[in-house]
């Protein structure tokens, strides 16, 4: 549901409101962790806050998402209708971007559908870069309203249990003088079980890219390949 009109992806999304959301720093820690120029594989883009920025940056961006509204937003990269878990190019990128939580879904059949994508249109010698919660993180003890760095405001509400490791809540956005609501399912992933996650599609952790550990580098699962070492 939300407050303001316009179009809304197939996942809830606002399409309005995340063409009007601010990248913020996140571009940068993204480029600062890649090699210069690096293609870019981006799932889930939404309307391009990361892409434009990352394209800026020098890299080529390739775009996908499963809402043609929010690709219509997109200028200066290749855009692909299609859900992340139906996606085949038969290409590889030297970078796969799994970034807004999309790892944190609850349905673990739609979270190996994700890496099973990253797995496969990861180049061997590239890396997938994975945006999650803080391991461990407290919902009821987080600020109820964060005001950005732009001045918009995100407000947590109706927070619930739904079961063991899954939380629901709803999110008030205001943005340029908006209000969009959105409604989140999500599951929390620890260390453990993204490392057990990751081992099932033929990736694991190569190291956090955040102190928090929010941001994770995963490659593809060395120890799987003849002759190649364990990773140190």
Same mark, same amino acid.
């Given at each position: !549901?939300?407050?303001?009109?316009?179009? $809304?992806?197939?996942?809830?999304?606002?399409?309005?409101?995340?063409?009007?959301?601010?990248?913020?720093?996140?571009? #940068?820690?993204?480029?600062?962790? *890649?090699?210069?120029?690096?293609?870019?594989?981006?799932?889930?883009?939404?309307?391009?806050?990361?892409?434009?920025?990352? $394209?800026?940056?020098?890299?080529?961006?390739?775009?996908?998402?499963?809402?043609?509204? !929010?690709?219509?937003? *997109?200028?200066?990269?290749?855009?692909?209708?299609?859900?992340?878990?139906?996606?085949?190019?038969?290409?590889?990128?030297?970078?796969?971007?799994?970034?807004?939580?999309?790892?944190?879904?609850?349905?673990?059949?739609?979270? #190996?559908?994700?890496?099973?994508?990253?797995?496969?249109?990861?180049?061997?010698?590239?890396?997938?870069? &994975? #945006?999650?919660?803080?391991?461990?993180?407290?919902?009821?003890?987080?600020?109820?309203?964060?005001? !950005?760095?732009? =001045?918009?405001? *995100?407000? !947590?509400?109706?927070?619930? #249990?739904?079961?063991?490791?899954?939380?629901?809540?709803?999110?008030?956005?205001?943005?340029?003088?908006?209000?969009?609501?959105?409604?989140?399912?999500?599951?929390?992933?620890?260390?453990?079980?993204?490392?057990?996650?990751?081992?099932?599609?033929?990736?694991?952790?190569?190291?956090? &890219?955040?102190?928090?550990?929010?941001?994770?580098?995963?490659?593809?699962?060395?120890?799987?390949?003849?002759?190649? =070492?364990?990773?140190?």
């Amino acid at each position: !549901m939300v407050s303001s009109e316009g179009p $809304v992806a197939p996942d809830g999304s606002p399409v309005e409101l995340f063409a009007r959301l601010s990248a913020g720093s996140l571009p #940068q820690l993204i480029h600062d962790a *890649i090699p210069p120029g690096a293609s870019i594989l981006e799932l889930g883009a939404g309307a391009g806050r990361i892409t434009h920025p990352l $394209v800026e940056l020098g890299h080529e961006v390739v775009a996908v998402d499963e809402s043609p509204d !929010m690709l219509a937003r *997109i200028s200066g990269a290749e855009t692909i209708e299609s859900r992340i878990e139906d996606l085949d190019l038969d290409r590889r990128f030297d970078i796969v971007l799994l970034m807004s939580h999309l790892i944190e879904n609850p349905d673990q059949r739609v979270r #190996q559908g994700f890496l099973r994508t990253c797995r496969s249109h990861v180049a061997d010698t590239g890396c997938v870069l &994975i #945006q999650r919660d803080p391991p461990g993180r407290d919902y009821d003890t987080d600020p109820l309203r964060r005001t !950005m760095s732009d =001045g918009s405001t *995100i407000g !947590m509400r109706d927070l619930r #249990q739904v079961s063991p490791g899954v939380v629901s809540f709803t999110l008030d956005y205001q943005v340029d003088g908006s209000t969009w609501v959105q409604h989140v399912v999500t599951r929390r992933i620890s260390d453990s079980s993204l490392k057990a996650e990751l081992s099932l599609a033929d990736l694991e952790i190569d190291g956090f &890219i955040t102190p928090s550990r929010t941001w994770v580098r995963a490659r593809p699962l060395q120890s799987a390949k003849p002759g190649v =070492g364990a990773p140190a």
